[in-house]
């Protein structure tokens, strides 16, 4: 039988084998593990933990923010202040940033995470999730502030997410493909399930919030409209639809079998640039994706070319299945 392989030894091997994973970002991984299995273990109380229904309070964006949000945050903001691997985190539910207190030592990374994507589904128990960024300090500054945080996605040294759902999966990259661990819940940890994941560069399934249609913009509405005429239309092929209103089982269900994610700017807003946020959402997703051979953009450009100019800057969002965000996205050249 072949040997099971651990998320402590796959990072241990990463490490030894290409450098990838200096000895601090390996220890900080496995911290936001850790967090990870203990907000899974919060998540499948459920009721029983009290721990469902809102906390009544809004965070920065104007969400009325869920227990689970704020427990979640906690969660992770307590697990990692005191190893010394970071300078500081950034949080959906939190303002500003959060720098390690003094009494702790200070590393060199920088943490960034949605704490619990997928909100308005934990009341009503579909899968949920936590996504998570890593960036570097800048070395040229003293101390931490926000604007150490402002830097383009490409230059990301890890990201992932945990999805809590029929299973718990833990996906992740150092920047050397995309591996997935399951977590054992007899053992405690999570194990190796499948790596170098690949999505299909060519798809029949499509996943976007159909009942914003009108308030589209005209690429995005010609897509939709190609994949709904069917095999009849100019696509030729009939497309199936998914949306789970979870970012985290949206992506997960195109890294395991392909498809196209959509959060596009609409009209209901239109000052800001989409729904889903930049630093800890889409360039996460977008750096899990390229290296599964897919593409992310926001209609326009590589998502993770852009420079943030703010900690919870929003985007819209067009990644999974490599030909089909090509189109889409050729769809918005005006040429
Ligand atoms: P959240 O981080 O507050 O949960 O919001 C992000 C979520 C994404 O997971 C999901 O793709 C989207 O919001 C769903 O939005 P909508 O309810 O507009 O379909
Ligand atoms: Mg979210």
Not at 162 to 172: A, E, K
Not at 302 to 309: E, G, Q, S, T, V
């Amino acid at each position: 039988m072949a040997q099971k392989i651990s998320l402590t030894r796959y990072l241990v091997e990463q490490q030894r084998a290409d450098g990838l994973i200096p000895g601090q970002l390996r220890l900080l991984l496995e911290v936001v593990a850790r967090a990870c299995k203990s907000i899974s273990q919060a998540v499948n109380k459920g009721a029983l933990g009290g721990v469902l229904g809102s906390a009544e309070s809004e965070n920065v964006q104007g969400e009325v923010q869920k227990k689970l949000d704020i427990i979640a945050n906690e969660v992770l903001i307590e697990a990692n202040e005191w190893g010394g691997h970071l300078a500081a985190m950034a949080s959906e539910e939190m303002d500003s940033i959060y720098v390690v207190p003094n009494r702790y030592p200070q590393g060199e990374y920088l943490l960034l995470f949605d704490p619990l994507d997928g909100s308005s589904n934990i009341d009503v128990n579909v899968s949920i999730g936590t996504i998570f960024s890593v960036l570097k300090k800048p070395d040229d500054t003293p101390g931490v502030q926000e604007g150490d945080f402002l830097q383009a996605g490409s230059r990301q040294v890890a990201a992932g997410y945990c999805i809590y759902g029929p299973q718990t999966t833990l996906v992740l990259t150092v920047g050397n493909g995309v591996a997935m661990f399951t977590l054992d819940r007899e053992q405690g940890s999570f194990m190796l399930t499948q790596e170098n994941i690949q999505i299909p560069a060519d798809t029949k399934e499509f996943a976007i919030n159909m009942s914003n249609m009108r308030h589209w913009d005209a690429p995005v509405k010609r897509y939709i409209d190609e994949c709904l005429a069917g095999k009849e239309g100019p696509r030729g092929k009939d497309f199936n639809m998914r949306w789970i209103a979870s970012m985290v089982a949206d992506v997960h269900r195109i890294l395991m079998r392909g498809g196209i994610f959509m959060y596009p700017w609409d009209k209901r807003e239109p000052d800001k640039a989409g729904k889903l946020r930049l630093m800890y959402e889409a360039n996460p997703m977008s750096w899990l994706v390229e290296q599964a051979g897919g593409a992310a953009t926001n209609g326009r450009e590589r998502i993770l070319d852009l420079a943030p100019a703010k900690l919870h800057e929003r985007v819209a969002v067009v990644l999974g299945s490599k030909n089909e965000v090509e189109r889409v996205t050729r769809y918005h050249d005006p040429l």
